[in-house]
T-cell receptor
């Protein structure tokens, strides 16, 4: 079975632009969660979606939004990019929620210039 | 602000020794605890999870949980060079109506041949 897939793998944007990151979960997994990881730090929780509904949100500004589609894939959108948004964005899937094994994708490396 | 802290690294141990990784958390209501391993340039992968007080063993790995002390640890016996990685402690914290996952900053482990 395919693992969690994320696209694109790398992205370069300039301040003020908008970005959309995509994630496809493992087949049979209905929960998708998003994380921001800055080099040298642990992942920071952004959102969790289950059955197309937002089930959790971390301490991120409203510039960050997400959604989940009927096929359980997900998008993370970031508006008005700031230099500080430069990070690795990880997507993880699980069968139902956060309290079980999370399977992580390879991530999208976002650079904001 | 709910927090997860880990012993600062980097931690260096000789091959064959026991590596001890520690984690403390601030939310006394936390119920689920995870250890993830992250190799440089790779995504986190689950090593152990523990829900109840006491020890849980899986091969060379032992997770220990003490909810009264809000402390969880990971012991790696017979450490191998392939264990060299960053170890992330993750705690599931319950908000008013949803769960969120809080990762610690990670402890870098280096196993010296």
């Amino acid at each position: 079975d395919a693992g969690v897939t994320q696209s694109p793998t790398h992205l370069i944007k300039t301040r003020g632009q908008h970005v959309t990151l995509r994630c496809s979960p493992i087949s049979g997994h209905k929960s998708v969660s998003w994380y921001q990881q800055v080099l040298g730090q642990g992942p920071q929780f952004i959102f969790q979606y289950y059955e197309k509904e937002e089930r959790g949100r971390g301490n991120f500004p409203d510039r960050f939004s997400a959604r989940q589609f009927p096929n359980y894939s997900s998008e993370l959108n970031v508006n008005a990019l700031l230099l500080g948004d430069s990070a690795l964005y990880l997507c993880a899937s699980s069968r139902q929620g956060l309290g079980e094994k999370l399977f992580f994708g390879s991530g999208t490396q976002l650079s904001v210039l | 602000q709910k927090e997860v802290e880990q012993n600062s690294g980097p931690l260096s141990v000789p091959e064959g020794a026991i590596a001890s990784l520690n984690c403390t958390y601030s939310d006394r209501g936390s119920q689920s605890f995870f250890w993830y391993r992250q190799y440089s340039g790779k995504s986190p992968e689950l090593i152990m999870f523990i829900y109840s007080n006491g020890d849980k063993e899986d091969g060379r790995f032992t997770a220990q949980l003490n909810k009264a002390s809000q402390y969880v640890s990971l012991l790696i016996r017979d450490s191998q060079p392939s264990d060299s990685a960053t170890y992330l402690c993750a705690v599931i914290s319950r908000e008013t109506s949803y769960d969120k996952v809080i990762f610690g900053p990670g402890t870098s482990l280096s196993v010296i041949p």
